[in-house]
């Protein structure tokens, strides 16, 4: 005796919307934070970049201060790194998890976050 209906229907496979780039980005930014592989700020940042650990440098462009994103942008030219803009500091500072989460799962408190380094990937994604 099968289990199976005459109709020969099967369920849908579960379908994931498309993801733009913002949304690869927080996906990978959230597994790297899991892994321990992110380094966030200034300071972090630079330390990876001289150290040659980062694979990947996000820096926002609404930053403030020029000396800063001149230091990012020459290390990252140095050691061939390479590096990608994102619009604004409080998204990216949510992205990377210096927020507050409240129970109803949005962001509160977020903190701007000029710049962060991938060291780690974590796993293996489309």
């Known amino acids: ?22 949304g690869a980005i927080q996906q990978v930014l959230k597994v790297s934070l899991v892994h321990d592989g992110l380094a966030r700020g ?5 330390k990876a970049l001289d150290k040659r650990q980062a694979r990947l440098c996000i820096l926002a462009s609404n930053c403030n201060e020029a000396g800063y994103t001149r230091l990012v942008e020459a ?33 509160r408190k977020v903190v701007k976050c000029s710049c962060c380094v991938i060291k780690d990937i974590g796993e293996e994604s489309e």
């Open 75 to 107: 290390l990252c030219k140095e050691h061939s790194i390479p590096i990608l803009n994102v619009e604004d500091q409080m998204k990216l500072g949510e992205w990377v998890g210096l927020c507050k989460i409240d129970k109803t799962g949005t962001a």
């Open 42 to 46: 200034l300071r972090e940042a630079v």
């Open 1 to 22: 005796m099968a289990d199976t209906d005459g109709d020969g229907a099967t369920a849908p496979a579960q379908e994931q919307a498309p993801v733009g780039i913002e």
